[in-house]
């Protein structure tokens, strides 16, 4: 007949129950993780099309002004609370034939052909679903675009 000391070692009942219940903390957390991850990456790509329709719509003859109005609030990608923690800012340039900057209202010194520049960018921050111990609060989300007027 066994002892109880060596019945309690061989038993096994219960086991997976309490491998599940160390390591399920863990599982867990690496879940939202990349659940996060996944968020952050979406918003950032919200950020990058809006960047890229708002200077394609001034390049196809819309009016700068009212790119927040026509692009950004009509795409329904931002709420409006998300608008207000939005910066953006637009820029025309110009520059030569050879790279470099010129007035707009200008010639090209070498006479080579000028060409016109628009560029638009957002950036807004991105809260995590909740804050990882050693990660910052905030991520900043950027959209960039360049595209050629003329």
């Known amino acids: 007949m066994k002892t109880f ?6 038993d096994q009942s219960g086991i997976a ?3 599940f219940a160390l390591i399920s903390p863990f599982l867990i957390l690496l879940t939202v993780g990349m659940i996060d991850f996944g968020m952050y990456i979406n918003e950032n790509m919200k950020v990058e099309n809006l960047a890229r329709n708002a200077t394609e719509y001034v390049v ?3 009016d700068e002004a009212n790119i927040t109005a026509d692009v950004i609030t009509s795409s329904g990608l931002l709420t409006e609370d998300e608008l207000e923690d939005t910066t953006t800012t637009s820029e ?8 470099s900057t010129v007035a707009c209202n200008t010639e090209c010194s070498d ?3 000028r060409r016109r520049y628009f560029s638009y960018s957002i ?3 991105y809260s995590p679903i ?4 050693g ?3 905030t991520f900043p989300l950027r959209g960039h675009a360049r595209m050629q007027v003329e």
């Open 5 to 10: 000391v060596q019945r309690l070692f061989k």
């Open 60 to 62: 196809k003859g819309g």
């Open 135 to 137: 990660i910052p609060e």
């Open 92 to 99: 025309m340039t110009c520059e030569c034939s050879d790279g």
């Open 111 to 113: 006479g080579g052909y």
């Open 123 to 125: 950036e807004r921050a």
């Open 130 to 133: 909740f804050p990882y111990p």
């Open 17 to 19: 129950a309490t491998e």
